[in-house]
T-cell receptor, first 115, second 114 residues
Framework: AQKITQTQPGMFVQEKEAVTLDCTYD???????LFWYKQPSSGEMIFLIY??????QNATEGRYSLNFQKARKSANLVISASQLGDSAMYFC????????????FGQGTTLQVKP | DSGVTQTPKHLITATGQRVTLRCSPR?????VYWYQQSLDQGLQFLIQ???????AKGNILERFSAQQFPDLHSELNLSSLELGDSALYFC?????????????FGPGTRLTVL
């Protein structure tokens, strides 16, 4: 069975510092994608970053980077230079070649950025 | 703005009633997914359509049904509503079917069953 685990229910970070949100996954598929989404208090789901299982380099999108360690089955999100607007719930998700692209989500991590 | 629209934004109804949630995918996207987000179950996949055909089913109750129309918009029908159906329902769309397809989410419909 495929599974996403986010072990940090809540995290705090000081403004302008970097923070790492953990995500581990479990799948027997060779081809899969890993995603991070941000959900602010307003409720919408905002796509942040994607990493394919065959991508050799870690994905980066502005202040977001994904620390992909395939052998350890981890896909941690790194947010650099945190801003107050980064305070939100963050979800790690996975889709794979065997499941038509549907996303399996972790339980989420609530991030609070302190001024 | 993701380009995915959902209506209505909020819906309050009573137990036993039936409601229809509507979703319009991003221009060019053929795949539509429905997800339910509740406090106790988290984010769960319900059902997926691709170019009008059902492609995958998740933890969708028999009281729930969906369809995708020729213009690619999709509707999720929830009937015989129960208190436990109160949740945030998301529609997402993507270009294709593969695991590499980014899914873009609509703003969600918050359903409250009283």
């Amino acid at each position: 069975a495929q599974k996403i685990t986010q072990t940090q229910p809540g995290m705090f970070v000081q403004e302008k510092e970097a923070v790492t949100l953990d995500c581990t996954y479990d799948t027997s598929d060779q081809s899969y994608g890993l995603f991070w989404y941000k959900q602010p208090s307003s409720g919408e789901m905002i796509f942040l970053i994607y990493q394919g299982s065959y991508d050799e380099q870690n994905a980066t999108e502005g202040r977001y980077s994904l620390n992909f360690q395939k052998a350890r089955k981890s896909a941690n999100l790194v947010i650099s230079a945190s801003q107050l607007g980064d305070s939100a719930m963050y979800f790690c998700a996975m889709s794979s070649s065997s499941n038509t692209g549907k996303l399996i989500f972790g339980q989420g991590t609530t991030l609070q950025v302190k001024p | 703005d993701s380009g995915v629209t959902q209506t209505p934004k909020h819906l309050i109804t009573a137990t036993g009633q039936r409601v229809t949630l509507r979703c319009s995918p991003r221009s060019g996207d053929l795949s539509v997914y429905w997800y339910q987000q509740s406090l106790d179950q988290g984010l769960q996949f319900l059902i997926q359509y691709y170019n009008g055909e059902e492609r995958a089913k998740g933890n969708i109750l028999e009281r729930f049904s969906a369809q995708q129309f020729p213009d690619l918009h999709s509707e999720l029908n929830l009937s015989s509503l129960e208190l436990g159906d109160s949740a945030l329902y998301f529609c997402a769309s993507s270009e294709g079917l593969g695991s590499y397809n980014e899914q873009f989410f609509g703003p969600g419909t918050r359903l409250t069953v009283l």
